[in-house]
C-alpha cells in the first residue's frame, strides 16, 4: 500500500525566515496531494494541494512542489510569522480516496 | 453550516465497553473518512464511504465498525474496547466529483482513553 514520509519531523526557524517540509510517496499511482495545518486542539485544516499534472503551485507565502519522477513533493513557506507555528501534514491519494498521511512536522516560529 | 461535528469530545472507556462515535456533516459531502491521531504517527485511516451504503476499510480497521444510511452520518462503533484503541479520533468529509475527491473538512476530534 501507498506509504508517506515526511521530514523533519520538528523544525524551528526565526521570524521571517523560510521554512521547508519534504515528503516522499510510494505509490506512482498516486496523483494528488494535499498539506494539512493542525493547530493545538482542532482537526486539521487544508492550506494548499496540488495534483500530479501540475509541477508548483503558490498561494501567498505557501508555495508547494511535486516531482514525479522522483516521488517526492515539498511545502515551502516564506516570511514565516508567529502564527505559523502549528504542526503539519503531508498526504498522498490516488484521486484523495483513502488518504495516506505523513507522520507531521512540527513547525516553531521563534519570534 | 455547522460543518462537520463530533460528539462527545471526551470519552473515557473500561476495556470490553463499546461505544459508538458520531459524526455529522451538513455541507451534503459524499465522502466521509474516520481517522485515528497517535503520537509521532500521524493521521491514520480507519474506514472511509464513498457515499450511503457503500463503506471500505483504510489502513487501520480492525476492531472497528462502520456504516452508512445516510449521506449526515458516519457513526464509528467499537465493538469491545482495548487499550490500543486509545487516541484522538477525527471525522472527515469531502465532496466528490469528476476528478475525484478534494479538500476534506475535519471535526474538532474526539479524544478516547480505554483503561
Known amino acids: 500500500g501507498e506509504n508517506v514520509e515526511q521530514h523533519p519531523s520538528t523544525l524551528s526557524v526565526q521570524e521571517g525566515d523560510s521554512a521547508v517540509i519534504k515528503c516522499t510517496y510510494s505509490?506512482?499511482?498516486?496523483?494528488?496531494f494535499p498539506w494539512y495545518k493542525q493547530e493545538l486542539g482542532k482537526g486539521p485544516q487544508l492550506i494548499i494541494d496540488?495534483?500530479?499534472?501540475?509541477g508548483e503551485k503558490k498561494d501567498q507565502r505557501i508555495a508547494v512542489t511535486l516531482n514525479k519522477t522522483a516521488k517526492h513533493f515539498s511545502l515551502h513557506i516564506t516570511e514565516t510569522q508567529p502564527e505559523d507555528s502549528a504542526v503539519y501534514f503531508c498526504?498522498?491519494?490516488?484521486?484523495?480516496?483513502?488518504?495516506?498521511f505523513g507522520a507531521g512536522t512540527r513547525l516553531f516560529v521563534k519570534a | 453550516n455547522a460543518g462537520v461535528t463530533q460528539t462527545p469530545k471526551f470519552q473515557v472507556l473500561k476495556t470490553g465497553q463499546s461505544m459508538t462515535l458520531q459524526c455529522a456533516q451538513d455541507m451534503n459531502h459524499e465522502y466521509m473518512s474516520w481517522y485515528r491521531q497517535d503520537p509521532g504517527m500521524g493521521l491514520r485511516l480507519i474506514h472511509y464511504s464513498v457515499g450511503a451504503g457503500i463503506t471500505d476499510q483504510g489502513e487501520v480497521p480492525n476492531g472497528y465498525n462502520v456504516s452508512r444510511s445516510t449521506t449526515e452520518d458516519f457513526p464509528l462503533r467499537l465493538l469491545s474496547a482495548a487499550p490500543s484503541q486509545t487516541s484522538v479520533y477525527f471525522c472527515?468529509?469531502?465532496?466528490?466529483?469528476?476528478?475525484?475527491?478534494?479538500?476534506?473538512?475535519f471535526g474538532p476530534g474526539t479524544r478516547l482513553t480505554v483503561t
Open positions: 496540488i495534483r500530479s499534472n501540475v
Open positions: 472527515a468529509s469531502s465532496y466528490s466529483g469528476t476528478s475525484g475527491v478534494g479538500e476534506q473538512y
Open positions: 505509490d506512482s499511482a498516486s496523483n494528488y
Open positions: 498526504a498522498a491519494s490516488k484521486g484523495g480516496f483513502k488518504t495516506i
